[in-house]
T-cell receptor, first 118, second 109 residues
């Protein structure tokens, strides 16, 4: 089945530094990648949608300069949290839609990254 | 009011019990998804439904489009079924999902 590899699975960083999270589709081409943030015991909150080769579309209230998303190829999308602060500590997870669309193939989720900013 | 409502929010069951989780939505959809989130955070897609009923092992998912309602059933529940179950709907256009708040299931041995 389709697999999305997300790493790191957890990261601790110092306040003010940047952290990059990668999502890679291993056996399919992902035309669309969604990036979510999840607070404890809450549901997923969509941050942005990225399509290969074009700029990401950010949801209202999400700072595009803080959360940089790059979808440089059909198998790799990255989220960089720039100048991280403790309030950015959260669980981040991606999901990919294969070429052929969600109608036919649904969504494949990464395993998530737990970010702690100290 | 959320566009996707799930009930119950929390559920504790004894091993072997039959479990039902409900999902109601208020928007037009092209598909409804049931997802399972394990304690470590990873999410697995269980079902994608646009009509009728689907079965996979001990899991059964049904949807009633007219009533805007879906149910996820687990037969002969097992402690390994303990997870958060999330209902998500995809609208009539685009690929964005709208998520329910999840149902936290604990199955006791």
């Amino acid at each position: 089945g389709a697999v999305v590899s997300q790493h790191p699975s957890w990261v601790i960083c110092k306040s003010g530094t940047s952290v990059k999270i990668e999502c890679r589709s291993l056996d399919f081409q992902a035309t669309t990648m969604f990036w979510y943030r999840q607070f404890p015991k809450q549901s997923l909150m969509l941050m942005a949608t990225s399509n290969e080769g074009s700029k990401a579309t950010y949801e209202q209230g999400v700072e595009k300069d803080k959360f940089l998303i790059n979808h440089a190829s059909l198998t790799l999308s990255t989220l960089t949290v720039t100048s991280a602060h403790p309030e950015d500590s959260s669980f981040y997870i991606c999901s990919a839609v294969p070429w052929g669309g969600a109608d036919n193939y649904g969504y494949t989720f990464g395993s998530g990254t737990r970010l702690t900013v100290v | 009011k959320n566009e996707v409502e799930q009930s119950p929010q929390n559920l504790t069951a004894q091993e072997g019990e039959f479990i039902t989780i409900n999902c109601s939505y208020s928007v037009g959809i092209s598909a409804l998804h049931w997802l399972q989130q394990h304690p470590g955070g990873g999410i697995v897609s269980l079902f994608m439904l646009s009509s009728g009923k689907k079965k996979h092992g001990r899991l059964i998912a049904t949807i009633n489009i007219q009533e805007k309602h879906s149910s996820l059933h687990i037969t002969a529940s097992h402690p390994r079924d303990s997870a958060v179950y999330i209902c998500a709907v995809r609208g009539s256009s685009g690929d964005k999902l709208t998520f329910g708040t999840g149902t936290r299931l604990a199955v006791r041995p």
